[in-house]
């Protein structure tokens, strides 16, 4: 019923984050139950939804340490240890190989840079457990020790105090793939703590009454409705996003391209230098093509074998009707990348034949 669990509910990219979670509770309630085995099985499925399931069996460790002795669990333990192992490093080696991955060797951030950083992103989840109306879709983070001296200062409050430290332990423990050393592109993201706070439940329920339950229950709810408001659109949520996080680009670029090209315009243009083709776009899209061509000019001087460039100038050549230049960028595109869709389509439009894609170029730009 939190509001920060809204993302990984309303945002359709965050489905795998949901299977991940179904099938790990469902291996943790087979495993309470005394299956053990099928809970490997459940657990195997929450490894196929999403990667992030390797750390349940070092979760499931840390509970099982904590309320049993029994050494015949270890074996499925072990198992799921084993499965996690295997899917956990087929993860890692896809996301190497592929670009623009975002994650691993495919990450633009250092491990190290990363891990820093992880300590101010794990103490904002908890700042807005307690403070929703700090959710963010692209939080600005600031990285600084000083997360980390929160979360130590955190977790030796709890070894001290706290009945069962263990369920802090757990919820780390679930922040582990996505919050330590393997580095992310994005540092911080909401849906990363669906699956860990079913451990923050696990330690305060025992300590509610029912009245208190009804209460947070409705309070939390009436939270996440209005939350759920702000995913409605893609205008909502960018508008909400960039008022959080005027200084960061994402947010400023997404709400440029769902709103009309006007308001796009004035978006960008303080940031002309550093976006000058999506402030291209927004030119052509407002009617406007003289401008955009000499942005589009600028960046392919910038960049002269860049076929999205030459493309782009096309386009704007196209549009103020100069159609034999334009046509000459759109082929000179192809020359470089002859699959490169946007100037094969845009040549066909023009009465153009694009060539025949070659199996040496990348389709994906």
């Not at 240890?81 to 190989?97: D, E, M, N, P, T």
């Not at 994650?103 to 820093?116: E, F, I, M």
Request: aromatic share 10%.
């Amino acid at each position: 019923l939190h509001p920060i669990q809204t993302e990984a509910i309303a945002y359709v990219f965050a489905r795998s984050t949901l299977l991940m979670a179904l099938f790990s509770l469902l291996a943790l309630d087979f495993w309470t139950r005394g299956r053990h085995w099928i809970a490997v099985l459940a657990h195997g499925a929450a490894l196929l939804a999403k990667e992030e399931a390797v750390a349940f069996p070092l979760a499931l460790s840390v509970l099982q340490l904590a309320i049993s002795r029994d050494h015949r669990a270890w074996k499925p333990i072990g198992a799921m240890f084993l499965a996690s192992l295997a899917l956990g490093l087929r993860g890692l080696l896809i996301a190497s190989a592929t670009t623009g991955a975002g994650a691993a060797a495919g990450s633009t951030v250092r491990p190290l840079d990363y891990l820093y950083a992880q300590g101010d992103s794990i103490s904002a989840y908890f700042v807005k457990l307690v403070l929703p109306w700090t959710l963010n879709f692209d939080a600005d983070l600031h990285p600084s020790w000083c997360g980390w001296i929160f979360l130590g200062a955190v977790l030796l409050a709890a070894a001290k105090y706290a009945p069962r430290p263990y369920w802090l332990l757990m919820l780390l423990a679930f922040l582990a793939p996505s919050s330590s050393i393997l580095p992310l592109d994005d540092l911080h993201a909401e849906r990363r703590f669906y699956l860990p706070l079913l451990a923050l439940a696990g330690a305060l329920a025992p300590k509610l009454n029912v009245r208190a339950v009804w209460f947070l229950a409705t309070l939390l709810a009436i939270l996440s409705f209005q939350r759920a408001q702000v995913f409605r659109t893609e205008e909502t949520l960018w508008r909400d996003t960039f008022a959080k996080s005027p200084q960061k680009m994402r947010p400023r670029l997404q709400l440029a391209r769902a709103v009309t090209p006007a308001e796009a315009i004035a978006l960008l243009e303080p940031v002309r230098t550093q976006a000058p083709s999506e402030l291209a776009r927004s030119y052509l899209d407002a009617q406007r093509p003289a401008e955009a061509l000499t942005l589009f000019g600028e960046v392919l001087a910038r960049e002269p074998r860049s076929p999205s460039a030459i493309t782009n100038r096309g386009v704007a050549l196209a549009a103020l009707g100069q159609t034999d230049a334009a046509r000459a960028d759109f082929e000179r595109a192809l020359s470089i990348d002859s699959c490169f869709s946007s100037a094969r389509d845009n040549l066909a439009r023009l009465g153009g034949t694009p060539p025949p894609c070659r199996a040496t170029s990348s389709p994906l730009r």
